[in-house]
């Protein structure tokens, strides 16, 4: 393949990924979460009131703490994606409005903005996620309730 068309290939299959992952994430689909990484990845949800650690650790804990919230839409935008033979680096927005019921029912939204950056590199099974981590941009969430579900630490 030249070389032009190979690039313009990679940076479609990485857009692909990115958008993969906002799915799996948004109808919890944590097989395919797991398929959006590679199997020894290092993932950094700290700068947002996340936690740090390897794909069976990220994917059990989003799996706990999204399960409170009946609406979340993860969109994935702005990608530049610098590539560099079998490897990349990856820099998207993150927009992603959540809900959850408060104590009357009434679901209560907020909207997360941030940066995903993003180490890839090609596998067999083609272009995965070997690290990421994310900085928040800026966020609505001032409702205590929402605190406490997604940064349990907070009271």
Known sequence: MDETLRTLADRAAITDLLHRYARAVDERDWDLFADCFTDNAAIDY?????????????????????????????????????LAGDTATCRSYLLNPMGIAGENGVLTVFLDSAIYRDRLVRTERGWRIASRTIEPTFSTRHHSLLLRTVSPQVS
Do not use: Y
């Open 46 to 82: 700290t700068a947002v009131g996340g936690i740090q650690g390897d794909l069976g650790t990220i994917r059990s804990w989003l799996a706990d703490v999204l399960r409170h919230f009946r609406l979340i839409q993860h969109i994935i935008t702005n990608v530049e994606i610098e």
